[in-house]
């Protein structure tokens, strides 16, 4: 059999419960309930962290976020935070003739100091293993709010050069903030963050002036990252390749397209879902027209869980009504407890994969390791960092899967779970992230859940169970003490 190519579509923000084959009717997913019927979906698929940067550089490294200390939610001018010797799943893949690209976002930093965005970028995606790169910087809440082909921004003009700035009072007087025009905006914000610069009539966050011919329009951004994907696909159908393609849905600010917008009756949120499950139909539907529906292994997963309101008014709260994003999970983005970090996740490969549900314990951070063997790549266990082999597991051919596993909360308030036991020792902080509704987790005593008979964690039996949070936390340290595996020492 033929080297599989793979593809890892990654939605941010999107809840457990967010998908129709996860339980959900309040939005139509039929892509990807579809997608589920064909293939494993996954009930223990964790993101390594419940905010995006840092399970984003997980997902590319294979390490756990909290051995970095800059990874962390990065403004939209951060130096690039994968250290250049790195491993990466896609420099590991070009070991094996893979030809890969990222394309969406990206929100793992760029350059290495202050960024010069009329010039050429070092390092980009290309500096850590990718041979295509067509990102927005950062996310679609911050700017700069372009494009960045390779090491370009697109479509810039020389005679109006861009200029970032972040941290402290805009620079730029002369252009519109949400603070001080909100008679410009088309959506109000919703915090003290998301109204800096107006670009397309929305506050973002940092300011910036110039690069006006390269701004992105909001309600194209989904076509564009679709046909950029496509055509990769189609000029590497004839060799092995990795695409990571990188949804901006559901994050802040839901703009949809003209196509999509309210076609729910869940707000610019059930519209901008209903537009991402669309994206994987025409995902699966090109791989067949291609030729090649057989040949590659698609997941489809997400960042981080769900929030309702992060910046921005837009009903999502007012119309979710008995939908619940996070499912059966307590706590959702930001928050310790499992609705930060478990996640939807379903592998489809015709051919390859038998369909079913799959309860294998995994972390993304598994995919530099599992596509790795798939690929016929040998990695010494000293490069492959938390990563680890769990390629049977996910083709569904071994049920059981990891022992444990990590994930942080927002920071580097880290959790562990073993079995069924879920470990979230005393952390400082509020217990409650007050602007975004959701719980965070923080408790300064222990908390012990039994996920296999309180998936909502309710019970906190730590006091019941003395012995097992002796040894989760013992574990949890041992963890913590372990020697950063080589290759990311630089990081």
């Given at each position: ?27 139509p997913t039929p892509n990807l309930d579809k997608m589920a019927q064909e293939g494993q979906r996954f009930n223990n698929a964790y993101a390594t962290a419940a905010t995006c940067t840092p399970s984003r550089y ?66 980009t995606p290309l500096d850590v293993g990718f041979d295509e790169s067509y990102i927005m910087a950062a996310t679609n809440d911050r700017v700069p709010c372009v494009y960045v082909d390779g090491r370009t921004v ?338």
């Amino acid at each position: 059999m033929k080297k599989p190519n793979f593809i890892i579509i990654y939605a941010d923000d999107l809840g457990f419960g967010d998908l129709g084959c996860y339980g959900a009717s309040g939005i139509p997913t039929p892509n990807l309930d579809k997608m589920a019927q064909e293939g494993q979906r996954f009930n223990n698929a964790y993101a390594t962290a419940a905010t995006c940067t840092p399970s984003r550089y997980s997902l590319l490294t294979g390490c756990y976020p909290w051995r970095n200390p800059r990874a962390k939610i990065l403004q939209g001018d951060a130096p690039m935070i994968i250290g250049k010797d790195e491993r990466t799943l896609p420099g590991t893949l070009k070991e094996a003739g893979y030809r890969s690209a990222v394309i969406g976002k990206w929100h793992i930093g760029l350059g290495d100091g202050k960024i010069n965005w009329n010039g050429e970028i070092h390092p980009t995606p290309l500096d850590v293993g990718f041979d295509e790169s067509y990102i927005m910087a950062a996310t679609n809440d911050r700017v700069p709010c372009v494009y960045v082909d390779g090491r370009t921004v697109e479509n810039l003009d020389p005679s109006d050069p861009l200029e970032v700035y972040y941290g402290g009072e805009n620079p730029f007087p002369e252009v519109p903030t949400g603070k001080d025009n909100p008679e410009l905006l088309r959506m109000s914000h919703s915090d003290a963050q998301h109204y800096d610069t107006i670009v397309n009539g929305v506050g973002r966050i940092g300011f910036c002036r110039g690069g006006k011919a390269a701004e992105w329009d909001d309600e194209t951004m989904t076509d564009i990252f679709l046909e950029r994907s496509k055509d990769f696909i189609t000029r590497n159908r004839d060799n092995p390749f990795f695409l990571y393609y990188a949804l901006h849905q559901p994050h802040v600010p839901r703009i949809p397209s003209p196509r999509f917008a309210g076609s729910t009756e869940k707000g610019p949120r059930g519209d901008v879902i209903a537009e991402l499950d669309w994206c994987v139909g025409e995902v699966l539907a090109h791989l067949k027209a291609e030729g090649i529906d057989e040949d590659t292994i698609v997941v489809f997963s997400s960042d981080n869980g769900p929030v309702i309101d992060d910046g921005y008014l837009d009903q999502a709260g007012e119309l979710c009504g008995d939908h619940k994003p996070a499912g059966p999970l307590r706590g959702g983005k930001y928050s310790l407890f499992d609705g930060g970090t478990r996640v939807p996740m379903i592998l489809r490969a015709p051919g390859r994969v038998a369909p079913g549900e799959n309860s294998a314990l995994i972390s993304h951070a598994d995919f530099l390791a599992s596509f790795a063997t798939m690929a016929g790549v040998t990695i010494p266990r000293s490069e492959t960092a938390d990563s680890l082999d769990m390629s049977a597991q996910l083709q569904g051919l071994e049920p059981v899967g990891r022992d444990n596993l990590v994930t942080e909360g927002f920071g580097t308030k880290t959790v562990v779970r073993q079995g069924n036991w879920v470990y979230i020792p005393p952390h400082e902080g509020p217990p409650m992230m007050e602007s975004k509704g959701i719980e965070t987790g923080n408790l300064m005593s222990p908390q012990l859940y039994d996920l296999g008979t309180d998936i909502g964690q309710r019970a906190n039996v730590a006091e019941k169970h003395p012995d097992i949070v002796a040894a989760l936390d013992a574990l949890l340290e041992e963890i913590h003490g372990e020697t950063i595996p080589d290759g990311h020492r630089n990081a």
